[in-house]
């Protein structure tokens, strides 16, 4: 900060003066001027007085003429810089102020025509310990919330601080959430938001974390911290994949005998949906067939698939026996109504009929119903291909958006994978599994989900290792979808976004403790990319000290 200091000053009274004045710059604590400020002829010495502890005896005796006194110093700021938050903001306009600093009479209103923004007021208010006053005018040092503004891309806000006062708006309820995600984290870094505008926007619609909740039991709570700890960092995805070999991990009503006795009630359920749709995250099920479907063949062991030897491949049902579709099919519908969100994901991913070198030797039974439904051509593949559009089919009307695995995706066979289904690339190493670009050619969307990168395996088997928050923040793009080499920045728009993925192969090797921490910077440094995919301004140190301030 500056002060404007006019008139002649000489020798004690020039000192006095300037001690003074850094006095009372040390002590307002930033008050504008005016308040605390100095007063004209009261600091220091006064004009043809003695210093103190000085004679007057000793003191020279010309004339002395009276200064002219001195005008009230005005206070001047510097332009502001933008906040510091994670994501960092895309854009900010500084401007001269004191900023914003939460202090009575301050609290939080809603705009009019924008009492859909009540809940994120209520949850502000009370982060910062600010009355909420509904919808009202904007009083000195209030924050409003506001809905509206044409063109604005979904999920955007517009931040302004500006007189003592904060307007947050943005075209939807997520966008203006996310402004008070940034105001919360900059007033937890520096106790202030600085003066001027802010204007932001995600770089990617899809953003978040997915967990195997099927391998490992997750308490409600654990999920539901994770919730709030994505809303901060402006995260929109919680994938939960709850099926699988080892457990079955939700209740269920039409098949309570497939059900882990450690599992989430749908009442637990019920919470966790309700606190993700208050921070504008959407939870994305995962029912996985037709392979990793071991809880289910342990209580339909007719459903088991069988090679021509008679082994019989861990979680693999025979999709050429019609009762194994008849019961995924009844667990769809179940699940559909009671997870509400756009999205639902059918798996397909690492079918060990599929993995076998030549699959209709090995499994003639499945050859022979895939012929028979798709001609003499088809493969097992077809069959399996066919198994996945069915199940798309029995999702599809509730108007859900479809997701599966890469390598549930074939080329070359007689029947393709609907066209309307997403991507979810995780790796090119599975047999049959090809590189991004085949499907990004062929028009698909795809969420990336790297197992180089994006893929926390607990225990680390197969060659896996706990990816680090420093590896994605300064390699890692969303164009980074296989190994380290990005595809061609001309598919950018088909890549949706990504997620970060704990996978729980070995369960016990972490707790849930363990696994919240181990994961805690990996999934900031993904909020940063998936939000700005542009290389950070800060560096790794930097960011990781800001993320020890604002989380």
Same mark, same amino acid.
């Given at each position: 900060?500056?002060?404007?200091?006019?008139?002649?000053?000489?020798?004690?009274?020039?000192?006095?003066? /300037?001690? /003074?004045?850094?006095?009372?710059a040390?002590? !307002?604590g930033? !008050?504008? !001027?005016?308040?605390?400020?100095?007063?004209?002829?009261?600091?220091?010495? /006064?004009?043809?007085?003695?210093?103190?502890?000085?004679?007057?005896?000793a003191?020279?005796s010309? +004339?002395?003429?009276?200064?002219?006194? +001195?005008?009230?110093p005005?206070?001047?700021?510097?332009?502001?810089?933008?906040?510091?938050?994670?994501?960092?903001?895309?854009?900010?306009?500084p401007?001269?102020?004191?900023?914003?600093?939460?202090?009575?009479p301050?609290?939080?209103?809603?705009?009019?025509?924008?009492?859909g923004?009540?809940?994120?007021?209520?949850l502000?208010?009370?982060?910062?310990?600010?009355?909420?006053?509904?919808?009202?005018?904007?009083?000195?040092?209030?924050?409003?919330?506001?809905?509206?503004?044409?063109?604005?891309?979904?999920?955007?806000y517009?931040?302004?601080?500006?007189?003592?006062?904060?307007?947050?708006?943005?075209p939807?309820?997520?966008?203006?959430?996310?402004?008070? &995600?940034?105001l919360?984290? !900059?007033?937890?870094?520096?106790?202030?938001?600085?003066?001027?505008?802010?204007?932001d926007?995600?770089?990617?619609?899809?953003?978040?974390?997915?967990?195997?909740?099927?391998?490992?039991?997750?308490?409600?709570?654990?999920?539901?911290?994770?919730? &709030?700890e994505?809303?901060?960092?402006?995260?929109?995805?919680?994938?939960?994949h709850?099926?699988?070999?080892?457990?079955?991990?939700?209740?269920?009503?039409?098949?309570?005998?497939?059900?882990?006795?450690?599992?989430?009630?749908?009442?637990?359920?019920?919470?966790?949906?309700?606190?993700?749709?208050?921070?504008?995250?959407? $939870?994305?099920?995962?029912i996985?067939?037709?392979?990793?479907?071991? %809880?289910?063949?342990?209580a339909?062991?007719?459903?088991?698939?069988?090679?021509?030897?008679?082994?019989?491949?861990?979680?693999?049902?025979?999709?050429?026996?019609?009762?194994?579709?008849?019961i995924?099919d009844?667990l769809?519908?179940?699940?559909?109504?009671?997870?509400?969100?756009?999205?639902?994901?059918?798996?397909?991913?690492?079918?060990?009929?599929?993995?076998?070198?030549?699959?209709?030797?090995?499994?003639?039974?499945?050859? #022979?119903?895939?012929?028979?439904?798709?001609?003499?051509?088809?493969?097992?593949?077809?069959l399996?291909?066919?198994?996945?559009?069915? &199940?798309a089919?029995?999702?599809?009307? +509730?108007?859900?958006?479809?997701?599966?695995?890469?390598?549930?995706?074939?080329?070359?066979?007689?029947?393709?994978?609907?066209?309307?289904?997403?991507?979810?690339?995780?790796?090119?190493?599975?047999?049959?599994?090809?590189?991004p670009?085949?499907?990004?050619?062929?028009?698909?969307?795809?969420?990336?989900?790297?197992?180089?990168?994006l893929?926390?395996?607990?225990?680390?088997?197969?060659?896996?290792?706990?990816?680090?928050?420093?590896?994605?923040?300064? #390699?890692w793009?969303p164009?980074v979808?296989?190994?380290?080499?990005?595809?061609?920045?001309?598919?950018?728009?088909?890549?949706?976004?990504?997620?970060f993925? $704990?996978?729980?192969?070995?369960?016990? %090797?972490?707790t849930?403790?363990?696994?919240?921490?181990?994961? &805690?910077?990996?999934?900031?440094?993904?909020?940063?990319?998936?939000?700005?995919?542009?290389t950070?301004?800060?560096?790794?140190?930097?960011?990781?000290?800001?993320?020890?301030?604002?989380?």
């Amino acid at each position: 900060m500056r002060y404007s200091i006019r008139g002649p000053r000489r020798g004690p009274t020039l000192l006095a003066t /300037a001690v /003074a004045l850094a006095t009372v710059a040390a002590c !307002s604590g930033g !008050s504008p !001027s005016g308040a605390g400020a100095p007063t004209s002829g009261t600091s220091g010495t /006064a004009a043809g007085t003695a210093p103190t502890g000085t004679s007057p005896a000793a003191q020279p005796s010309p +004339t002395r003429t009276t200064p002219s006194p +001195t005008p009230t110093p005005s206070r001047t700021y510097p332009l502001s810089s933008a906040p510091r938050v994670i994501p960092a903001v895309r854009d900010h306009e500084p401007a001269r102020g004191p900023g914003w600093k939460p202090a009575a009479p301050a609290g939080v209103v809603v705009a009019a025509n924008s009492a859909g923004l009540a809940d994120e007021g209520k949850l502000l208010a009370g982060e910062l310990g600010l009355p909420y006053r509904g919808t009202a005018a904007a009083g000195p040092g209030d924050i409003e919330l506001a809905l509206g503004g044409t063109g604005g891309a979904p999920e955007s806000y517009t931040l302004v601080v500006r007189d003592n006062r904060v307007r947050i708006s943005g075209p939807d309820e997520a966008g203006v959430f996310y402004g008070t &995600r940034t105001l919360k984290q !900059s007033v937890k870094a520096t106790g202030a938001v600085p003066e001027g505008t802010v204007t932001d926007r995600p770089a990617k619609p899809q953003r978040g974390l997915m967990v195997d909740i099927a391998r490992k039991h997750f308490t409600a709570a654990w999920l539901e911290d994770r919730i &709030r700890e994505m809303g901060d960092l402006k995260l929109n995805q919680l994938g939960l994949h709850f099926s699988d070999d080892q457990g079955f991990r939700i209740e269920s009503d039409s098949h309570p005998e497939v059900v882990s006795a450690q599992h989430l009630t749908k009442a637990e359920v019920r919470r966790i949906l309700a606190l993700a749709a208050s921070r504008h995250i959407t $939870v994305i099920p995962e029912i996985d067939s037709p392979g990793h479907l071991g %809880a289910v063949i342990a209580a339909h062991p007719d459903l088991q698939l069988r090679s021509a030897a008679g082994r019989a491949p861990r979680g693999a049902v025979d999709i050429a026996n019609p009762r194994a579709a008849r019961i995924v099919d009844d667990l769809l519908r179940e699940y559909t109504a009671l997870f509400p969100g756009r999205y639902w994901h059918l798996g397909a991913d690492e079918y060990v009929a599929l993995m076998a070198r030549d699959p209709e030797a090995t499994y003639p039974k499945l050859a #022979q119903a895939a012929r028979a439904k798709y001609g003499p051509s088809a493969r097992v593949q077809d069959l399996a291909t066919g198994w996945l559009n069915d &199940r798309a089919a029995v999702v599809r009307p +509730t108007g859900k958006t479809l997701k599966a695995w890469n390598d549930g995706f074939f080329a070359g066979g007689v029947v393709n994978a609907a066209p309307d289904i997403e991507v979810e690339y995780w790796t090119g190493k599975e047999i049959g599994a090809r590189p991004p670009v085949p499907y990004l050619s062929a028009g698909r969307k795809l969420v990336n989900l790297n197992d180089e990168y994006l893929y926390y395996v607990l225990g680390e088997p197969n060659d896996f290792t706990y990816p680090t928050g420093r590896r994605i923040y300064e #390699q890692w793009t969303p164009l980074v979808v296989r190994g380290t080499t990005p595809v061609p920045s001309r598919y950018d728009p088909q890549i949706l976004g990504a997620r970060f993925a $704990v996978w729980c192969d070995l369960s016990r %090797a972490q707790t849930q403790a363990q696994v919240a921490e181990g994961i &805690r910077m990996p999934l900031t440094a993904l909020a940063q990319k998936v939000w700005d995919a542009r290389t950070p301004a800060v560096s790794w140190a930097e960011f990781r000290t800001l993320a020890n301030r604002v989380r």
